[in-house]
């Protein structure tokens, strides 16, 4: 989409130029930029207190240094990072990547997108990411005990549960969250909602385990009514075998979906029967062993290496749920051929700006991540509910709210797009309503 408007091209050039080496941020702020214009050209008032020049720049970025000693007594380093992007409508709120790829630009990309997803959710909650280039795959309990520990030392000093309230992401799953947990209370001799994703027997939340993969689902499901269509007898591609791969399965099965695919970094298997999920998470939740396991039990199944190919599996729906960009335009190509024709987000920045593209010309129903990932969220808001309460809600009570925000957020999506002359654009619709809320919040709180 090329802008017309001289105040956003201005804009785009000085955060490209500010950012350079950053090419995940760039891509996350222009998609945002782009679908922001017909609410810049109705409300120059934004313009004029200067709204977007502060949205695109983190509130405070801080690195540090992680070092801790591995099994073989070898001191290792690795480099933390906590982006507070933007705490307009509440304490900052995001996850925790433990994964080699990151740097400060992934950080960054993801905080930038958590601003606008939490405002969405309804929920009091400002945006905030952080991390490590630190990879929990291989390493023993006790390395990834010592890893987090050391990596809450310093974090504890910049969070807090009406600071920042960080929470789990690829790579940090509840047992790193505990880690992490212990760590802060003994610093800090506190025990508070400081981090959500918590072992259920020290504060965590129902139904927080499920919640990202649920709520991509009912989000869908929610998008799929409202063109007449449902999961029923539909055939289903999800990349990723982790947390939200394997939610999204477990409630699409349930919502009447046949799921075929789930994939890992190393590649990816098809079973024409539908997954055995219970196998899925054996292997995933239990063993912590790769997808390629599976074939050895389900003799129909079959095991490719790469991840792209999962892309070329016929399909209805494909609920992308590993990481960002892994939809490229020859992807999407290839999806439109095949006959897929709803791509909804449970990872961040799945897709590539010529993926969306090709969604976009081709009439693609396609919910954006900040709208459709929104439940983990949103789960982790109820979650700090909880704690300030010092009540526990019951499963089901938990996830009917879920359900409830998941349907608003659709509904938030549809209606903005509408209203800006965009309608069925959700990704427009998100980035519209997402961006109101800590938009007015940010000019009535003056230049901070
Ligand atoms: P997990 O670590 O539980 O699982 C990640 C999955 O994606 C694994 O199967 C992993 O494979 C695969 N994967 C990770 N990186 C790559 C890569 N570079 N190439 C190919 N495959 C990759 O993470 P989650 O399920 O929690 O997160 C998945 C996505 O959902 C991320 O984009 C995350 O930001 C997003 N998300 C997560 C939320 C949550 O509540 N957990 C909330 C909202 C969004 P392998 O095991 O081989 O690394």
Redesign the pocket.
Known sequence: MALKNKYLIDLLETVKKRNQGEPEFIQAVTEVIETLEPVIEKRPDLVEAGVLDRLVEPERQIVFRVPWVDDNGKVQVNRGFRVQFNSAIGPYKG?I?L?P?VYIGIIKF?GFEQVF?NSLTTLPMGGGKGGSDFDP?GKSDGEVMRFCQSFMTELCKHIGADTDVP???????AREIGYMFGQYKRLRNEFTGVLT?KGLTYGGSLA?TE???YGLCYFTDEMLKANGKSFQGKTVVI????????YATEKATALGAKVVA?????GYIYDPDGIDLACVKQL?EVERK??KEYVATHPNATYTEG?KGIWTIKCDIALP????N?IDGESAEILVKNGCWCVSE?????STPEAINTYLANGILYGP?KAA?????AT?GLEMSQNSERLSWTFEEVDAKLHGIMVSIFKACESAAKEYGMEGNYMAGANIAGFLKVAEAMKAQGCV
Do not use: F, W, Y
């Open positions: 996850g990547r994964h790829s993801l997803k795959k929470a789990g992401d690829i790579g940090t799953g994703g927080r919640a990202t993969g990349s990723g075998s982790g947390n939200v791969a394997i789930l994939s890992d970094s190393n995933k790769r997808i991840c749920c590993a990481t960002q892994e449970g990872a961040n920045m799945p991540a990932n929104a439940g983990g969220v982790s």
